[in-house]
């Protein structure tokens, strides 16, 4: 069964700094791989994915990620953090049974300090 | 023109009551879903309908009953609430196997 770990609850950097959020995995095949975004009181939003084509995934928002097969990560960055960027960041695999089901990590919240 | 909108987007109700949640989405997907978001932010699947067909049904409670009347609605209706029933409610959308889903902004119910 596939699982997702998000290593750090909450990640604090201050603004236009770097931003790292951890994120492996679980997966006995080839993962399918999400970030979304969670504004505070608002719905999720696709960041980006990975679909087993390029490793290096661009997303919106300067954010990006990278697959790492051998270390089982798929860890988002962006290279100079926001105010705006403050949130949750969820990073989810898809089940690889035959229907299409989210498996979501606990989430890390992202604070930007000026 | 929200893809997917959910109402409520709040509900404050008492324990032992009947509530529904409704979703309807204009993205013309055939997939819908409803996750659970508890207290520490954690998302889990409830249920997932293609075409009006159940095809998923993630060890919920009875007390919880999917409807989808047609491919652009999916309601969940709760009945006899319990407070362990608080938490945010998300409506998803996809089409078919591809693989994102689209979010609604969510329904936070609170069970007093």
């Known amino acids: 069964a596939q699982s997702v770990t998000q290593l750090g609850s909450h990640v604090s950097v201050s603004e236009g700094a770097l931003v790292l959020l951890r994120c492996n995995y679980s997966?006995?095949?080839?993962?399918?791989l999400f970030w979304y975004v969670q504004y505070p009181n608002q719905g999720l939003q696709l960041l980006l994915k990975?679909?087993?084509?390029?490793?290096l995934v661009k997303g919106i928002n300067g954010f990006e990620a990278e697959f790492k097969k051998s270390e089982t990560s798929f860890h988002l960055t962006n290279p100079s953090a926001h105010m705006s960027d403050a949130a949750e960041y969820f990073c989810a695999v898809r089940n690889s049974g035959g229907y299409n089901k989210l498996i979501f990590g606990a989430g890390t919240r992202l604070a930007v300090h000026p | 023109d929200t893809a997917v909108s959910q109402t409520p987007k709040y509900l404050v109700t008492q324990m032992g009551n009947d509530k529904s949640i409704k979703c309807e989405q204009n993205?013309?997907?055939?997939?819908m879903y409803w996750y659970k978001q508890d207290s520490k932010k954690f998302l889990k699947i409830m249920f997932s309908y293609n075409n009006k067909e159940l095809i998923i049904n993630e060890t919920v409670p009875n007390r919880f009953s999917p409807k989808s009347p047609d491919k652009a609605h999916l309601n969940l209706h709760i009945n006899s609430l319990e407070l362990g029933d608080s938490a945010v409610y998300f409506c998803?959308?996809?089409?078919?196997?591809?693989?994102?889903?689209?979010f609604g902004q969510g329904t936070r119910l609170t069970v007093v």
């Open positions: 997966s006995s095949v080839p993962p399918y």
């Open positions: 990975y679909t087993s084509a390029a490793t």
């Open positions: 993205l013309g997907h055939d997939t």
């Open positions: 998803a959308s996809s089409q078919g196997m591809e693989l994102e889903a689209f």
